[in-house]
């Protein structure tokens, strides 16, 4: 059976759409910038799932990556495709999301801007077994001890380090409960954090 050809929209640095491309010439075309949503998923422990792409994939193979990612298709929001792509990798659904940032990411092989959500979820999960290999939580101490090694995807790894700095915008003290919820509007997180450091 032949594989459908995937169409990305092609995006200016002001993420205007300014044309359409087909995903083997964006990948390997830094000049072709596209779009991407990522979701984090945490369980109740406050551990981060990383799904281990499958052997398969052409970019980065058998690596461990993002709970969830991936393209926008032509015409479709990030916030959309983020709650498709949730689905579709992991048989997530009814999971209210809440947007975290944007950030560009750029490398030798590809141009994306991406948009990051959080979700909260602590299993099961029905992962897509073609381009997934496994799912597991990592705690943040696993993370860092794996950073650099050729683990994790160097894609994940830059998400790892927009996370962080957004995580030290939002502090909370040693030994409250875990401060991560999800809601639709971002002020649904600070609640949870603020409560959550309050009960502290």
């Known amino acids: ?19 359409q491309a087909p995903r083997t010439r964006c990948h390997g075309n830094p000049s072709l910038i596209h779009r991407v949503a990522h979701v984090l998923v945490f369980d109740e422990a406050g551990r981060l799932l990383l799904q281990k792409r499958s052997a398969t994939k052409d970019v980065q193979p058998g690596k461990w990556d993002t709970s969830v990612g991936g393209h926008l298709d032509p015409g479709e929001d990030y916030l959309s495709a983020a709650v498709r792509e949730m ?20 490398n030798n092989f590809e141009s994306e801007n991406v948009a990051t959500y959080l979700a909260r979820h602590s ?38 380090s927009y996370w962080q700095a957004w995580s030290r915008r939002y502090p909370v003290p040693s030994g409250s409960p875990v401060a991560l919820c999800a809601g639709n509007p971002f002020p649904d997180l600070i609640k949870c954090f603020n409560a959550d450091r309050d009960a502290g």
Do not use: K
């Open 87 to 106: 689905q579709e990798e992991l048989g997530i659904s009814e999971t209210p999301l809440t947007f975290l940032y944007r950030y560009p990411l750029r």
């Open 1 to 19: 059976m032949v594989e459908p050809i995937e169409i990305f929209d092609i995006v200016n640095a002001e993420d205007q759409v300014i044309g």
């Open 123 to 160: 299993g099961p999960f029905t992962f897509c077994l073609r381009e997934i290999d496994a799912v597991r939580f990592w705690t943040a101490e696993e993370i860092d001890a794996e950073l650099g090694s050729g683990v994790l995807t160097s894609n994940f790894e830059e998400e790892w």
